[in-house]
């Protein structure tokens, strides 16, 4: 009886840790009507931009010749100092507009005169963005992870009401999903991740760990998993065993499709459905 007690010792323990990692990555379940749109999808990556940035990335002409050619939609919003939101993925103007300063320090007024790239394009506002789309294309849109993150969520969220299309959202930060699951649970959220070591130095290791192995969705339990293209880690293998939605970024060829339930691409075309 003592041994048969130690043997059982163990074997509870796993079954504890593995119970525990259940709760911690268990993502929320979609319905089919909030899939729809989205599976089976190629989607382009800030728009269908040229790789010299010709037509620029986060453009309307991007994301017109997008939807013209039938591909769903990846774009990245942020907040202005005067609350309006753009399209635009960096904080910084830097790489982008070759000047100093970032988004949130800058107001509407200041950022429209900005070129993308010394083209002939601008940074667009998100209601321009879907104005030129107008409901033709499903939209992922990626929310940064600002200081003011709940007022961009509060903000976006009036154009996802008013949109007459499909429009679903994901981060890298749980908590801005967390915002979605208590405030507008019928939109269709996800987790952004990737292996830890690919966090760049502005996060800490302990938050990369998290993300990176979702075990973090216990805050935001999210309907899918967007993961870097590469190996995946076992708990987001496991994730996607719970009922995950498995969508992977950034592809470069059409290789990731058969794997996923939808594919974020550039600088090449795919078909635009393949499911």
Known sequence: MFKQSKLLIPF??????????????????????????????????RGLFSPDQFIPENSLSAFELAADSGYGIELDVR???DDRIVVFHDDSLERVCDVEGSIEDSTWAQLKKLPLYESDEYIPLLSDV??????????IIEIKPTKRKYELCERLMEFIRSYNGEICVQSFDPKILSWFKKNAPDVLRGQLSQPAGDFGPDVSSVKAFAVGNLLTNFIS????VSYKIGKRPPLVKLCYVLGAMKVAFTAHDPSP???????????????????
């Open 12 to 45: 509870a323990a796993v079954a504890g840790t593995s119970a525990a990692l259940v709760c911690l990555t268990k993502p929320a379940k979609a319905t089919k009507e909030q899939k729809a749109p989205f599976v089976g999808r190629n989607f382009a990556h």
């Open 257 to 275: 499709e058969g794997a996923n339930d939808a594919v974020i691409f550039e600088h090449f075309t795919p078909a635009p459905k393949y499911k």
């Open 79 to 81: 907040l202005t100092a």
């Open 221 to 224: 339990r999210p309907h899918f």
């Open 130 to 139: 879907l104005n030129v789309v107008g409901g033709r294309s499903p939209i």
